[in-house]
């Protein structure tokens, strides 16, 4: 009876569109991407094989050697096939690792394929596996049943896989890779009853649809920009990595000029920049036949994941890819410059938990060196430690109380005393100690927990200016920050004008301070909050002023009363230049009949010229760092 090849003929047609999608979209990136390319490639030679082998059947008579080969070579490849597959699985789930030193685990993956092996060389004489008849005829041996013995190990392997590892992947991926193992087994089963329905490899294609829609996800997994790998599936293999406890290496790269690249260029023409400078990574890579992942998780940030590579082949890659950097893209006749910086990180060694690595991502790029960084040294300076547990460590010290208020005065030059003060605020832990506001206060905006810490400060402040001790240093006020966070806030103005009036608090006895940063986000609830502290009496100072994008008509148009200018101001000696800037600033805001206060003044020289200059009031460590309740209290006192 002659075989139809009907279902053989669609299996490879639907595995060839199936690589020419994965080829068209270039998914060839990563190790999942080039498993998953081994396993439809291997599909495509086993169909074909079987459709060599059944042709030969269908002759009849002669071919013998032919028959032979072909119908081994299927034999062999269709065993393959599970055995790549249930690589898929462990590389999927991100544990080949954990057998690559194991002695025993290499001999259960391997062994079985090597018996496969023996099996067939020892069929071409003792003719056990299968045999060609005297009519040409292909008849099973009656050992043949090893060999779906042998897929069904792997079958059952990769099944425990994934169930042992069903932690790190969503349950569509889950269902998914049991629905591609169920096709491919059950279709086997149907065709070792049916030995005349070629349905084995049509099923098997089915599978590897199934997969490719559901677990490869080219949409989710591959960026149509650059052709690298995506932000969620990064998050996915990083999160994966963390809860195996894989020691990897990451070089971190990030275009600190992106946005200006992309204000330059367009769109469009930042697209083709991008996907040269992923081609540049990717090419370095495979020459130097260093198998890596690469991401690209947008706004300009590459990341290429290592594993079992030593630190000089690490450092030589990172220093190419650096070096090619700064010697800039050439494009469309023009020389673009690109600012990056590129970082080693090991993990979990440097860092051991993904919040903290995205955390890290976001900051390693504050100075730019021109140098490769290294996260080691970059987390001992930055403390993170702390930015691991910084949430909990918010929410502890909101519960009992940690927070503590400081005051740091502000001298009056005109009337030659400290008129008023700016409260700051001071968090202080038994396991870390002090813990810097540029670490916690970044950290409560993003949570939400600024606005409770905004309430403490403000229940903080007021009660000191309601307090008898308050009465007798013959301030005018108290100065309080107001982050950007807390000024989108809807009830802020009510929330604090309930405060003040809690504690008996004049207006005038408070300065809302709000930073340039925050001045810049003219929503509505920003504008009704400014508005309605305004008209309840409160003077309102801009702080900061100088270190964002300074818009002097917008500053016209809201009512501050004071202007604090930033202490990048008092560097006058290194910048000459500054002067005729600081002269020029100070001019117009005067001439809308502002107030203006220096931060960060720290010599007596500094003072006088900033008098010279006509500024009425200084702030500094010249005349005192913040300081706690009761010191501030008495060095007021001292100071009548």
Known sequence: MHKMLYFDYSAVILEFVLLASILMRRMTNGKINSMFIMLVTVSIFTTSADIIAVTYDNLGRGFYYEKMMAHSVYLFLRALISFIHLNYVIVLTDTWFKAANNFAKKIKLFFPIFLLVAFLTANVFAHNIFYIDQNGTYVRGDNFLWLYAINGYYAVYGAVKIFKNSQMMDMS??????????????????????????????????????????????????DSETGLIKLNTYAYDLKRSFINQKPETLIMIRLNNYLVIREMLGYMDTII???????????????????????????????????????????????????????????????????????????????????????????????????????????????????????????????ENEFEVYYQPIYSIKEQRFNSAEALLRLKTEKYGYISPELFIPAAEKSGAIHRIGEIVMESVCSFIGSEEYAGL?????????????????NLAENMIGIMQKNHVQPSQLNLEITETASGEIQNVVMDNITTLYDAGISLSLDDFGTGYSNMTRIASLPFHIIKLDKTFTQIEDNPNLIIVLENVIKMIKALNMKIVVEGIETKELVDHFARMECEYIQGYYYSKPLPKRDFVKFVKSSI
């Open 273 to 399: 920049v991008k996907r040269m400078i992923a081609d540049m990574i990717v090419r370095y890579l495979r020459s130097s036949k260093i198998r890596a992942d690469v991401y690209y998780i947008g706004s300009g940030n590459y990341r290429v994941r290592l594993e079992n590579h030593d630190k000089e082949e690490v450092a030589k890659a990172a220093e190419y890819i650096n070096e090619a950097l700064k010697e800039g893209i050439r494009y469309n006749e023009m020389q673009i410059n690109l600012v990056a910086c590129v970082c080693i990180t090991n993990i979990p060694e440097d860092i051991d938990d993904f919040d903290s690595l995205c955390i890290f991502g976001n900051d390693f790029s504050a100075e730019y060196t021109g140098n490769v960084l290294y996260a080691s040294e970059i987390c001992r300076k930055s403390r993170y430690d702390i930015m691991r547990e910084i949430d909990k460590i918010i929410e502890n010290a909101i519960s």
């Open 474 to 490: 013959g301030l005018d006020y108290i100065e309080v920050n107001l982050s950007p966070a807390q000024c989108m806030e809807n």
């Open 173 to 222: 991926r889950i269902i998914s890779l049991f629905v591609g193992t169920f096709l491919m087994m059950g279709a086997a089963l149907i065709q070792f009853v049916i030995p005349n329905v070629l349905i084995d490899m049509f099923a098997c294609s089915i599978g590897l649809l199934f997969i490719f829609v559901m677990v490869q996800r080219p949409e989710e997994i591959t």
